[in-house]
Each structure stands twice: as C-alpha cells, then as structure tokens.
C-alpha cells in the first residue's frame, strides 16, 4: 500500500458519533476487524475469547452501542486483546456505529476493515477469507453462508426466504452483480472503498441499517471488484434468535431501507467545479 493510501484522510464533512475512545494497545496489523454490538454480554465475550485463541494478525476494535451489560468494560476487554473500544455516547443504531468504526479505522491507518456481529452467530476462523480477497485486490467482500463451503445453521426460515426471494435479489438487480446472502453483516471493505467521496460513508443519513443495504449495491456500481467467501453463520438450537430486528414495523423499515439504496437514494452528492 503506498504512502498516500495510507496518509491521514480528510475528514472534512465528516459526522462521526459522540462517544467514548479507549485504545488499549498500538496498532500492529494492517487490518482491523470492527465489531458493532450492544448488550450482547457473553455471545460477544465469547466472540473474542475465540479470536484471540486465533491468534490472527488482525486489530480488534468494539463499536459498542452503549451496552449497560458491563460487556464493553476497557479492563475487560484489553484482557481479551482487544485493541480499542468505542463507546457511543449519541443518537443512531448500527449504522452509527459502523461510522464510528470507520472513522477510527481510517484515521488510524488501516489498509481495509472486516466487520462482523457481536451476536456470537458468525464463524470468526473465516476471517483469513476476507483478508486474501482484500490483499488480491477487493474493494468490497461479502460473506456468505449460501457459496460452496458457507454453512447456514439453524437459519430461521422466515429470514432464509426474505434473503434469498427479496434482499439478495433487490440487491444483486441493483448492484448488477450477484449476492447471496446481502443480510449477512460480516463484510471486508478496502481503505479505498471507505473513502471514495462517491461512496461517503460518513454521513449522518447513515443511522440505523442505511450502510448494510448501501455499500455493496454502491461499490459494486463504482466499479469496485465485489467478491463473497463462505462463512459459517450459526443460530442456537434452542432459545431467543440473536438479533436487534424485531417486529413486523422493523422488518418493513428494512425493507424501505433496501428499496432506497436500490433507486440510489443514498448516493452521495456530486460535487459541484
């Protein structure tokens, strides 16, 4: 990666949530994984407890919510080599906090970002996957539990049907690039990808799950080479469903949020010279 890659951006226009940082340790990878999560208490202890035993050369950082569950106590979390922690203190969803992710990662340097749920659902042996896609030159990586080798376990069959008869469909007409499992929030995104001012994913539009349904449909429309890698996603066998979407009114937002990344509603303005 060259050094103008790597310089520190322009932050200028920026909307970056109000919060809380703590960085733990030095950065010591060219890649950091970001992990946006809220009250998951022992699904995400146990989600880092298992990446550390990895042992990859990957930097964790947690975009904590603003969890009260004491899951993203700095203390804690530095005993489970995580690298920083984010701690929002403002208004917005998931989508706010993978800005804040962003934000951190790319002032620090990072060559890309892997983001994955803090829900314990995903599989986090695939993580080398995402790395091999970015370093052979993806903008934009997806993964997959419906590619050869991906695994979907316990899959609730309501939520099987939505991505593969509407999400993944909606998505893939509009990206003109095929998607298989477009719900899925484990992602890789080259450094390039998050700060192309055609993409912009700083902005305050992004609030709740806006970048889920407008990053790969954007990237993918760039010009950007999009790619997907198998990825086991696993649901309990018995239980609550590990998920923040509840409701049919969740599911219909959902679905207006798809339509309007699809009709490019988010697109970033053109600049005006």
Request: aromatic share 6%; with cysteine; hydrophobic share 40%.
């Given at each position: ?5 790597r ?9 970056v949530?109000?919060?809380d ?13 970001v992990?946006?999560?809220?009250n998951?208490?022992?699904?995400v202890?146990?989600q ?9 050369d990957?930097?964790v950082v ?21 690298r ?7 208004s917005?969803?998931?989508?706010a ?16 970002v ?7 659902k ?6 080398p996957?995402?790395?091999a896609?970015?370093d ?5 990586v997806q ?9 979907a376990?316990?899959?609730p069959?309501?939520?099987h ?8 469909p ?6 003109r ?7 899925n929030?484990?992602r ?6 998050l700060?192309?001012p ?7 539009v ?26 086991t996603r ?5 239980g609550?469903?590990?998920?923040k979407?509840?409701?049919?009114r969740?599911?219909f937002?959902?679905?207006e949020?798809l339509?309007?990344?699809?009709l ?10």
């Amino acid at each position: 990666m060259s050094s103008d890659l790597r310089a520190t951006p322009d932050t200028t226009g920026w909307a970056v949530p109000r919060g809380d940082v703590h960085v733990l340790r030095p950065r010591a990878s060219r890649y950091c994984v970001v992990i946006p999560v809220i009250n998951e208490g022992e699904r995400v202890l146990g989600q880092l407890r298992r990446l550390r035993d990895l042992g990859l050369d990957l930097d964790v950082v947690v975009a904590d919510g603003g969890s009260t569950d004491g899951s993203n106590d700095p203390e804690l979390l530095d005993g489970l080599g995580v690298r920083a922690v984010l701690v929002k203190r403002d208004s917005g969803k998931l989508s706010a906090q993978l800005r804040m992710g962003f934000a951190f990662a790319l002032t620090e340097g990072y060559e890309g970002v892997i983001t994955v749920d803090g829900n314990g659902k995903d599989d986090v042996s695939a993580l080398p996957r995402f790395v091999a896609a970015l370093d052979a030159g993806a903008g934009f990586v997806q993964g997959s539990r419906y590619v050869p080798g991906g695994e979907a376990v316990n899959t609730p069959r309501e939520r099987h049907l939505a991505i593969k008869f509407l999400h993944a469909p909606v998505t893939s007409l509009a990206a003109r690039t095929r998607y298989t499992d477009t719900t899925n929030g484990f992602r890789g995104h080259s450094r390039a990808l998050l700060l192309d001012p055609r993409v912009a994913p700083m902005r305050e539009v992004f609030d709740t799950y806006e970048l889920l349904a407008y990053l790969p449909i954007r990237a993918a429309r760039l010009g950007y080479r999009c790619t997907e890698v198998p990825v086991t996603r696993a649901y309990p066998d018995a239980g609550d469903v590990p998920t923040k979407i509840h409701g049919r009114r969740a599911q219909f937002a959902l679905v207006e949020i798809l339509l309007r990344a699809a009709l490019g509603r988010y697109d970033a303005p053109r600049r005006q010279g």
